[in-house]
């Protein structure tokens, strides 16, 4: 059991809209006997932190039965069953990205269909497949035609290829986003891993690319540095799998001395901007 | 609360902000902590840590009733017994020790040594399992993480001994833990600077099967954010949030 907020007790972020942008859940496939207790655990943290909304992904079987990265179609649709199921439950709290895998255009095509037509409002790109990859087009042509942000893994610089995923970096996305100027890209967690300088750099120019500030990297001076290299306007806040770097860096948003404006657009007025319209009742812009 | 995973100065791989003993002092107040132990962040990186020890007591001096000078001891160095005594006669609470940095391995009996001698002069000893991310690190920065064998090792080194280690991860600390006798586990303290909250709770994890009188508050700042190891604390269960942290 994780924390949870007593009666009268205020969130630790404090009581405006807080938008989660980059979440995950488990499930009874995904390999693991404690997935029903590490769901709850978001929850209860996201209550006391006091998230809206959890905006959130199922990675497939999470390399039970395919590869995290790499997850088999049959997997990617239990995976997005399990989390369509859990976005219908806790509607009130929750939302979905549509996962899939771009090695299978057809599936991947058909789930965002699918998906989307059950409350999806996003989709989920995991690293099957280099961003720049010209399989991601259709996928990223059909999210742009239906309003859909798709949120990209991404490694900060990739300077070599690391075992159990094809990484791809801020650059790599950008070229996909250049070629599709009117789909909306998140780019996955500047602190979950590399060198987020260099993504900075490769998609200051790509104003359709948000970063999202997830992971559990809490390196003093990047957000200081998002902030300077792109605005508050392009910036995300997200949790990703650890909630306790997202709550230290809202603390560090105010800490670094931004102007409300500019944290409420990190909090949640970017993310009601750019996923479909009237996709979070509770945080009205 | 002490803060006892801080440093002041630069970091040879990438800018860190204002990493001065006043900024520090700000952000104690701040995050209402008593006091912190404080090493010098480059000398982690010099051959030798004479200079380095000698510009962080000099920097700290102003600032010694809340700023603990732990310079760093290289037991592969000439003198380092004296540099020891010298920590002591200081005041410093405890020293540190760079093992990959310095190219020592998990059982070089010149660790071994230094850990017993502090422990005899009542210093802690405190190591670094990292500074950054594996996969941000510069290519230049090839020393690896420290490794849970050399903290095994230093544990059963001798009675004396005790042991701050910081920057280390849930696997490591129960792979330590759960390979010492009771005896040894008490000369281990952790700093909860890397350890994961919810949804995983790895703090919470630990504190309920190693015990939260194990660890102790530590941030790695200048590095690092001090708000993260305070939001982890503040995400515990609640049923382990009156837990008391250890005190070194």
């Known amino acids: ?285 | 609360m002490i803060d006892v995973n801080t440093f002041i100065g630069g970091y040879p791989f990438r800018h860190v902000p204002h990493p001065t003993p006043d900024a520090l002092l700000r952000v104690l107040d701040r995050e209402g902590l008593d006091g912190a132990w404080v090493g010098h962040l480059p000398t982690a990186f010099y051959r030798d840590p004479t200079l380095g020890n000698a510009e962080l007591f000099a920097l700290l001096q102003p600032f010694a009733s809340r700023l603990h000078a732990v310079p760093a001891i290289r037991p592969d160095w000439p003198g380092w017994e004296a540099a020891l005594r010298e920590a002591k006669s200081a005041g410093s609470p405890a020293v540190r020790a760079y093992p990959t940095q310095w190219g020592l391995g998990p059982h070089d009996p010149r660790l071994r040594e230094l850990a017993i001698a502090a422990g005899e002069l009542g210093l802690s000893l405190v190591l670094t399992v990292r500074f950054e991310d594996l996969r941000q690190r510069h290519p230049l920065d090839a020393a690896g993480d420290l490794s849970a064998a050399t903290v095994r090792s230093l544990a059963r080194a001798g009675e004396t001994v005790r042991l701050v280690v910081t920057a280390a991860g849930r696997e490591m600390i129960e792979e330590v833990h759960w390979g010492l006798t009771p005896a040894e586990q008490r000369r281990v303290f952790w700093d909860i600077s890397w350890i994961w909250g919810p949804p995983e709770d790895h703090l919470a994890k630990l504190f309920r099967t190693v015990g939260a009188e194990r660890f102790v508050f530590g941030s790695q700042w200048p590095l690092r954010l001090t708000q993260a190891p305070r939001a982890n604390l503040d995400l515990l269960p609640d049923d382990l949030r009156p837990a008391s942290l250890g005190r070194v």
């Not at chain 1, 009268?8 to 006997?33: C, T, V």
């Not at chain 1, 999210?143 to 990739?158: N, Y």
């Open chain 1, 1 to 285: 059991m994780t924390a949870s907020r007593g009666a009268g007790e205020a969130p630790l972020a404090g009581s405006a809209p807080l938008i989660d942008a980059h979440a995950h859940f488990y499930h009874a496939a995904a390999g693991r006997a404690d997935w029903a207790e590490v769901n709850a655990a978001r929850f209860r943290a996201g209550e006391r932190i006091g998230i809206t909304y959890h905006v959130a992904s199922v990675l497939g079987s999470y390399g039970f039965s395919s590869p995290t990265y790499f997850p088999s179609p049959a997997d990617v649709e239990r995976g997005n069953d399990a989390m369509l199921e859990i976005a219908t439950r806790d509607h009130d709290r929750v939302r979905m990205f549509t996962t899939v895998n771009p090695n299978y255009t057809d599936h991947t095509l058909r789930e965002i269909e699918r998906c989307t037509k059950r409350g999806a409002i996003g989709v989920k790109l995991l690293a099957s497949r280099r961003a720049d990859d010209p399989l991601l087009d259709p996928i990223a042509a059909l999210a742009g035609e239906r309003g859909l942000p798709v949120l990209h893994h991404i490694w900060q610089h990739r300077t070599r290829e690391w075992p159990s995923q094809e990484i791809s970096d801020g650059i790599d996305l950008s070229r996909l986003a250049e070629r599709h100027p009117k789909t909306t890209f998140i780019l996955a967690h500047i602190g979950g891993g590399g060198d987020y300088m260099h993504t900075f750099r490769a998609v200051a120019d790509v104003p359709n690319v948000y970063p999202d500030l997830s992971g559990s990297g809490v390196d003093r001076g990047m957000l200081d540095a998002a902030v300077a290299a792109l605005g508050a306007d392009r910036l995300l806040w997200g949790c990703d799998l650890t909630m306790c770097t997202g709550l230290a860096k809202l603390r560090a948003l105010d800490t670094i001395g931004l102007p409300a404006h500019e944290i409420e657009a990190i909090r949640w007025r970017n993310a009601a901007r750019i996923f479909p319209p009237n996709s979070f009742e509770r945080c009205t812009p």
